[in-house]
């Protein structure tokens, strides 16, 4: 007489079925992350916007490229060019002038999915920095003036016309123009000798 071999996929399948009938479904409610923030609600408070741009713009990066995309909207919202608060620079939208299509200044604002924060250590990062920088106790301009800023992955044909300030983890930071930037630069390094 033969044996009939039993399918080992069918065994899994079975054994983790038993399980959650064993353990039942509560046992995986601790598995869903806790929602420390929703950034699509601060839309007014200084330090919030700069907090949730700073996390969703460097995530999993280290300080400095926190403190990197920090700077580049405090740099924004003092330089005349862009909006004037920390929040307008953030959610600032604008239409494409080849598509006509609504785009954001940063892509976490528009790109449909959701805004909440998840990952505590991160965003306590990002709120320590965001703190100083919205109070003015902030830090000295690593990036030279930085209005621009975009992963190394990509290249968008308006980096071109800039100066590149420097490169911070993933991200590559712009100036309008050279002289500006040494001026910063220079200024900066006074700022570290005293």
């Not at 996390?55 to 003092?78: C, F, I, M």
């Not at 862009?82 to 200044?105: A, D, I, S, Y």
């Not at 909440?116 to 003036?145: F, K, M």
Request: with cysteine; net charge negative; hydrophobic share 35%.
């Amino acid at each position: 007489m033969s044996r009939k071999k039993i399918d080992p996929y069918f065994v899994y399948v079975a054994f983790g079925i038993l399980l959650l009938l064993a353990i039942g479904r509560d046992a995986f409610a601790d598995a869903t992350p806790d929602i420390i923030t929703d950034c699509d609600k601060h839309r007014e408070d200084e330090t919030m916007c700069m907090a949730c741009n700073i996390y969703h713009e460097s995530q999993g990066e280290p300080d400095l490229g926190k403190l990197g995309v920090g700077l580049v909207t405090v740099n924004r919202a003092e330089s005349g060019k862009f909006p004037g608060t920390v929040c307008e620079v953030v959610w600032e939208k604008h239409k494409h002038f080849k598509t006509q299509r609504l785009t954001p200044q940063f892509s976490w604002t528009l790109d449909g999915k959701s805004d909440r924060v998840y990952h505590e250590d991160s965003w306590n990062r990002s709120l320590q920095i965001a703190e100083r920088l919205v109070s003015g106790n902030g830090y000295a301009d690593i990036t030279s003036g930085a209005l621009w800023y975009h992963a190394d992955y990509v290249d968008p044909p308006w980096a071109k016309q800039l100066y590149l300030t420097i490169r911070i983890g993933p991200h590559l930071y712009y100036a309008a123009d050279e002289d500006a930037a040494y001026q910063i630069m220079e200024a900066n390094f006074s700022k570290v000798e005293e």
